[in-house]
């Protein structure tokens, strides 16, 4: 099971969010910095395309952290789907 830290204390608006996902994720360098850009990133997940360091195998799921930074992610999420 793979499990990425994403560093919300660190999200304050877009382009940190974007910056905040392209290190936990290892999107490549040419990262459009946008959302269409990060759901490609994010569906190459099943495929070794290089869009991301990390590889699931079918079937498996990436692990989320509980505890405060859950609770963070989940209230920037509801802004940004306001937005």
């Keep these: 099971m793979n499990t990425v830290r994403i560093l919300t ?8 969010f974007h910056a905040v996902f392209k ?5 490549p360098s040419f990262y459009g ?7 490609d990133c994010m569906r190459d997940v ?4 290089g869009m ?20 963070l992610w989940s209230f920037f999420y509801s802004l940004m789907k306001r937005h």
């Design 9 to 16: 204390n660190q999200i304050t608006d877009w382009d940190s």
């Design 46 to 49: 099943y495929e070794d395309t």
């Design 33 to 39: 910095t946008n959302m269409d850009a990060r759901i």
């Design 52 to 71: 991301s360091r990390i590889l699931l195998e079918p079937g498996e799921v990436l692990a989320k952290q509980s505890g405060i930074q859950a609770l």
């Design 23 to 27: 290190k936990a994720m290892g999107f």
